[in-house]
């Protein structure tokens, strides 16, 4: 079956710079591959997702890369805000939409210095 | 969010006790999902139904069983809890094969002493 590395499991940055978590996964089928954020107590929520017809996705500030021969995604969140601190998810999926269920990474809890 | 919901939020129990965990939804949303969350081991998949009374296995299923007799609810089930079954559990939802985006519900929090 599919699996998930997810690096770093911790990264703290200053408020306003980048963050960049990155994936790696082993099924070269996988074709669908979400990123879910998930605040202290709260459900993991979507915030972005990219299929592997496309290299790059952005929505505002965050953006995804994938490069499907090296299978790996990365997630690069830009001027980072307090509200950012939480941790990350990344997954993949063989079927289009995650029908038979997501792979998730163990995820990296981003911390955001004042 | 789409209307998913957990009962209960939070349990506490004793090994070699059944314990029934209930998503409901009222989104219509074909797919349903159960997923346990532990420290350093992110989310892992329990069971999936691609439909009603369609279920199927995710990577650790053992010591579980779901039902989904009504589109709208999604039952899983400890047969016999164990102290390794202590987890916070996560039900979601999917409307289409080809929509990606995974609704959870708020999570129910299972002690097992």
């Known amino acids: 079956g599919e699996n998930v590395e997810q690096h770093p499991s911790t990264l703290s940055v200053q408020e306003g710079d980048s963050a960049v978590i990155k994936c790696t996964y082993s099924d070269s089928a996988s074709n669908y591959f979400p990123w879910y954020k998930q605040e202290l107590g709260k459900r993991p929520q979507l915030i972005i997702d990219i299929r592997s017809n496309v290299g790059e996705k952005k929505d505002q500030r965050i953006a995804v890369t994938l490069n499907k021969t090296a299978k790996h995604f990365s997630l690069h969140i830009t001027e980072t805000q307090p509200e950012d601190s939480a941790v990350y998810f990344c997954?993949?999926?063989?079927?289009?939409?995650?029908?038979?269920?997501?792979?998730f990474g163990k995820g990296t809890h981003l911390i955001i210095q004042p | 969010d789409a209307g998913i919901t957990q009962s209960p939020r939070h349990k506490v129990t004793e090994t070699g006790t059944p314990v029934t965990l209930r998503c409901h939804q009222t989104e219509n949303h074909r797919y349903m999902y159960w997923y346990r969350q532990d420290p350093g081991h992110g989310l892992r998949l329990i069971h999936y139904s691609y439909g009603v009374k369609d279920t199927d296995k995710g990577e650790v299923s053992d010591g579980y069983s779901v039902s989904r007799s009504k589109t709208e609810d999604f039952l899983l089930t400890l047969e016999s809890a164990t102290s390794s079954q202590t987890s916070v559990y996560f039900c979601a939802s999917l409307k289409g094969a080809r929509d990606g985006e995974l609704f959870f519900g708020e999570g129910s929090r299972l002690t097992v002493l």
């Open positions: 997954a993949a999926s063989p079927t289009g939409g995650g029908a038979d269920g997501l792979t």
